[in-house]
């Protein structure tokens, strides 16, 4: 992957929604590259998509965390080890965007997650809440409260 061309933005996403992710690299003076994850080892996951309604928007600087963990103690041969913490915000630097979605990988760990969700809703009111989830690809509408709606 060693390249004259200076490189200049990274994205990862989930292009096939199969839980892998894939990355893309901006670069200044050349067509941008993509790497698509094709692992044939992939272990569990958990991704979110995090959605709000259009009207109002999230108040400017504020950030959504979002922790995933295993409901019960960790065990080395089944359970992700610890928590692991996510965190979004609009972006950063000259034009950066960010998606609204958080991957966390549980690797060989199928059992239900504890997820913990806050975020400030369209009047910047701090809301918090805990939603137990399958592994796999979640859709959340965060209000007052984190609803799941069905994928189309």
Do not use: C, M, N
């Given at each position: 992957m060693c390249t004259p061309i200076p490189s200049r933005g990274v994205a990862t996403a989930d292009t096939l929604g199969d839980g892998r992710l894939d990355f893309?690299?901006?670069?200044?003076?050349g067509p941008p590259a993509f790497y698509a994850n094709e692992s044939p080892n992939m272990g569990a996951y958990l991704g979110l998509n995090l959605y709000r309604p259009v009207a109002g928007g999230a108040p400017a600087g504020r950030a959504w965390k979002v922790s995933a963990a295993p409901p019960t103690a960790?065990?080395?041969?089944?359970?992700?080890?610890?928590?692991?913490?996510?965190?979004?915000?609009?972006?950063?630097?000259?034009?950066?965007?960010?998606?609204?979605?958080?991957?966390?990988?549980?690797?060989?760990?199928?059992?239900?997650?504890?997820?913990?969700?806050?975020?400030?809703?369209?009047?910047?009111?701090?809301?918090?809440?805990t939603v137990t989830l399958s592994p796999g690809t979640h859709n959340l509408v965060l209000t007052n409260t984190a609803q799941e709606v069905p994928s189309r």
């Open positions: 893309a690299i901006a670069r200044q003076y960790p065990r080395p041969d089944h359970h992700p080890k610890g928590t692991q913490i996510s965190q979004l915000d609009g972006g950063s630097g000259s034009g950066g965007k960010r998606s609204f979605e958080v991957s966390f990988g549980l690797g060989s760990y199928h059992g239900p997650v504890t997820v913990h969700l806050q975020w400030h809703d369209t009047q910047g009111q701090l809301r918090q809440q």
